[in-house]
């Protein structure tokens, strides 16, 4: 079946410049979650959601992100004037419920390069 | 804070060559601990989950192993289609806390399979 599908794939923008960066869970998970890869180093949370709403932001680095999920499926993170330590590779999972032991399952992720 | 380790940091192995690779992790509370592969360019696919010490999964060449401090990833035979980067999460907390469900991930272990 689709797994998690996130786009775009690649995102260059320029310094102090807004972007957006969608997720498509699998269909049915209830639970998103939303993690930064720097290169070299495994991936590091920053929210996620249980249904519509957020259940621990504490991984957001800043005010300058923010995310949304307003129907409890599609995702959107979205990063104000961004700066170019944001440049990493952003990571989207789902599973099935919010708990223990429940298999997170990873999109391909998008490549951000803030210029 | 949950903390997760993994060495070593790469490794490099001959066809047929068997060999582990470690994950030592402190953590309040463990629900689980995770093993990935992840291929470059693409995002972490999920092998196993382990629960408490003593537990053992296995899945073709690969068997993970559990105690209190540490987990172990055992490629027997390996080929170089193994070849990847191996990632180790740990999933915390008491039932109900904001941390519930979060992965904390190690930096990984790259794994080349030389034929």
Partial sequence: ?115 | EDQVTQSPEALRLQEGESSSLNCSYTVSGLRGLFWYRQDPGKGPEFLFTLYSAGEEKEKERLKATLTKKESFLHITAPKPEDSATYLCAVQGGAAGGTSYGKLTFGQGTILTVHP
Avoid at chain 1, 95 to 108: C, I, L, N, W
């Fill in chain 1, 1 to 115: 079946g689709a797994g998690v599908s996130q786009t775009p794939s690649n995102k260059v923008t320029e310094k102090g410049k807004y972007v957006e960066l969608r997720c498509d869970p699998i269909s049915g998970h209830t639970a998103l979650y939303w993690y930064r890869q720097s290169l070299g180093q495994g991936p590091e949370f920053l929210i996620y959601f249980q249904g519509t709403g957020a259940a621990d932001d504490s991984g957001l680095p800043n005010d300058r992100f923010f995310a949304v999920r307003p129907e409890g499926s599609v995702s959107t993170l979205k990063i104000q004037r961004t700066e170019r330590g944001d440049s990493a590779v952003y990571l989207c999972a789902s599973s099935s419920r919010h708990g223990p032991g429940y298999e997170q399952y990873f999109g391909p992720g998008t490549r951000l390069t803030v210029t």
